[in-house]
């Protein structure tokens, strides 16, 4: 029972691994995607200086849990020696002592590392102060960040990573964000390519990924398959080539960059439908707002709006209702500019 709960208060942070800390960073970066943003880093409800590391030699603390230690060996000793592993297990000791030993929980996370890892012990110690003096960083210099230009504040945060954790260890740790900051170098390159038809983009595209996440490609994919097409989708040359086609060739084509992101045929099939379903949503609308604006044209007070509810009414049914909240608003959800592959 003593066991489980351990692994319960872990497990909370065990899918965000070093999400608070990493991919924080990287949106003050201005470097997260369209369909994942996060939150700035979660800063600690205690004092962000480094803790004074134990001496060298020195036995764990007595309160050190032994189901703890067991779990920690279990989880990370696999891998330990890799400092994304490290701080991932950094970043949820944190979590797990600040909520279990809010007074003294940077000793007691430094017993932890030193009863479960003693032989790597100081390089553990090591990447959790200088963490911690990132954070500190962060924080210190939040409004200043907040000024730069995106491109000036990402050079800002990689120097300072770089001056605290080393070239190498910083590139691992933020991986992720160097990936995704070169998938969007190669979306914009692949934007002004004048004259490449949008399967020869797609193809451009799929070939960036390959170069950048290598044999790891088909495992990106498969975890962020929709953000990936969504990119693509989002690029204002697609777009433009989208919408000079007709309604078969544009289905079509939306069709093929679906499919050459790995989608199955049933999952092409339920895109199929959902584009048709689309297109009769988006000329309903058009109907409805021309209609609309002839009664514009006629009449006027109380009488514009019961003919245009009862316009909205023929065209929406139930929907009429939230339709005429939003018109009210000032938000005419027709008269928005129609996004092929997203609405």
């Not at 963490?131 to 990689?158: F, G, T």
Request: glycine residues 6%; charged residues 30%; negative net charge.
């Amino acid at each position: 029972m003593y066991t489980t709960r351990i692994l319960l208060i872990l497990g909370l942070v065990a899918a965000t691994g070093v999400v608070f800390f990493i991919r924080g960073s990287a949106d003050e970066a201005g470097q997260s995607s369209s369909s994942a943003r996060a939150d700035a880093p979660e800063r600690s409800r205690t004092d962000t200086t480094a803790p004074a590391l134990a001496t060298p030699g020195a036995q764990p603390a007595a309160s050190t849990d032994a189901e703890l230690i067991e779990h920690l060996q279990a989880e990370y000793g696999a891998s330990i020696e890799h400092p994304l592993v490290q701080m991932r297990m950094i970043e949820k000791l944190i979590r797990y002592f600040q909520e279990r030993q809010p007074d003294g929980w940077e000793q007691a996370l430094l017993a932890a590392v030193r009863a479960a890892f003693p032989e790597l012990y100081d390089q553990i110690a090591e990447l959790f102060r200088d963490r911690l003096e990132y954070e500190k960083w962060m924080k210190e210099n939040q409004a200043r960040m907040s000024a730069m230009p995106s491109d000036a504040r990402y050079e800002a945060l990689r120097q300072r990573r770089e001056e605290l954790f080393g070239q190498e260890v910083a590139d691992e740790l933020w991986a992720s964000e160097l990936k995704n900051r070169a998938i969007g170098e190669a979306l914009a390159t692949i934007d002004t390519q004048e004259g490449a038809s949008v399967t020869d983009k797609l193809a451009m595209y799929r070939e960036s990924l390959a170069d950048i996440h290598g044999d790891n490609v088909d495992s990106f994919l498969e975890r962020h398959r929709h953000q990936a097409m969504t990119h693509f989708f989002d690029l204002s040359s697609v777009q433009q080539a989208l919408s000079g086609m007709g309604v078969d060739q544009r289905r079509q084509t939306m069709r093929e960059i679906r499919k050459g992101m790995g989608l199955d045929e049933e999952a092409l099939t339920r895109w199929d439908t959902l584009d048709q379903n689309r297109d009769q949503r988006w000329d309903q609308g058009a109907r409805y707002m021309a209609e609309r604006a002839a009664l514009a044209g006629t009449y006027s007070g109380d009488e514009l709006e019961q003919r245009v509810h009862e316009l909205r009414v023929r065209y929406f049914g139930d929907e009429a209702e939230t339709i005429r909240s939003e018109e009210q608003g000032g938000f005419f959800r027709f008269e928005r500019e129609r996004q092929y592959g997203r609405n």
